[in-house]
């Protein structure tokens, strides 16, 4: 048995067989062959399997998010029995007697191409289709990554690290764990693996090769350690630690459909982060009464252009539909730091996360910010979105982003484009924003605290730096008296507060949150039954007779 130490981003334990992920962004080599009859039947062979994936996809995709999210891997299916496409792979194959990947490679360069230079909309947004089904058909031909994510059964994945846009596109169902040997506690990665609600531990020191994949392990995710090849004093128990977890799991079940109401009976409002709609199942499951941050940003993460209104307005309206009149608190784009895209074009800078992010972005760039508000306006004619805006520092930021918008209503008006008027909120995660929250209260209709960067900057710890976790310090008295007066700002103003950055999920401080009066938290989906049941067992006027009497 090897054991390794790595930090704990999510609790819960997982056994099972280990596959190392390799990066995506195939090397595509071209190489001479010899049997082209060989290499063709190759490519047929990929394409068949890479069918079989997508069809998989497709109807786990329907039970997730519906028929018309799961409508694009159909698309996929019919576009890889393109007779134009496949015609022209196995030409290449046969002409220049090259291997199946570069044939796939530079067919699907040249089909993009040609896709990006039409005129119509849909025929343009076709490229990236294309790009897709050739990256999985070289995944089927290299035997990696995603790919193989899809065909070996789950798995507990092991990584260097993991962008965020990668960890979106893991299959779910097919991950019992990651660990990875980099990373940081706060990185929005570590965030994902919350929302995922799977075991997962950064910076553990393995080695990505042979000697562990495909190996039998065990990860504690509570303890961070992971044990590969456990002996069997320690499977056993692992596996007695996991009967006890799924024991939890189902007492935490019958939690649902209950209200989120304190013994004194205060009603708090309990929402669910997510990064796209492929969380909305868990959201479901969970019971959340609401979406409380919808990072919008990882929409354009997962695209290798700017993602148009129409694609948008088409997410957003579906997440306001699923949530059925419940509250859907939208963030605009949140790009920038460690969410890097690189068709923004950004320069580099020397210290991201006090640079050209968020907001700064929105108000610089306004066209790719009316663009967003164009989608979100439209889409709140089908739910009750709110709009919430990150990394506000100023008043004169909440002044210029009211101007964008009341444009964006006069083009919808004038276009005769039916909207409702969305609830306007901003995160509260610089200590400036803190300090002006009385002023700021006055402007906007609801607030939530980014706790994350809010320690971030109170505490100039750069929360991406893995060697400064532990002076990362979300319990330090400076971020908790923040919150504080956030929440007594807010309510003079008559407005109303949550937390939707991690510390909103740590439930040793749930009662001391009730007790400042914070009205909403907002976590990952997984999290929500937990502090439903410490809010149901709060009073919260006792409880803060006991903080006054000092004990
Ligand atoms: C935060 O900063 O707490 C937050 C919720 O935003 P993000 O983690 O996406 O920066
Ligand atoms: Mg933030």
Redesign the pocket.
Known sequence: MKVFHGKSVFSGTAIGIIQVYKKGGQQVRRIQVEDTGCEVNRYRQATQTAKEQLKKLYEKSVKEVGEANAAIFEIHQVMLEDVDFQDSIENMICTQSVNAEYAVAQTADNFAQMFSAMEDDYMRERAADVKDISERLLSVLHGTGKANMDTAGPAIIIADDLAPSETVQLDKDMVLSFVTVHGSL?S?TA?LARTMGIPALVCAPLPLDDSIDGKYAAVDGTNGVIYIEPDKETLERMRKKQEEEQKRAELLLTLKGKENITLDGHKIMLYA?IGSMKDMAAVLENDAEGIG?F?S?FIYLQNDRFPTEEEQFAIYRSVAQTMAGKRVII?TL?IG?DKSCDYFQLDKEENPAMGLRAIRICLTRPRILKTQLRALYRASAFGKIAIMY?MITSLTEIRKIKEIAAQVKEELDTQGIRYNEPEQGI?I?TPAAVMISDLLAEEVDFF???????T?YALAVDRQNMALDEFYDPHHPAVLRMISMVVENAHKAGIRTGI????GADTSLTKEFLAMGVDELSVSPGSILPIRQIVRNTDIGAYRAKLEAGC
């Open positions: 706060n929005h965030i982060n941050l990072r940003e963030r949140d730091a990150p995160m995660e939530s605290i980014g706790t994350n960067d809010l971030q939707c950055g991690e510390l």
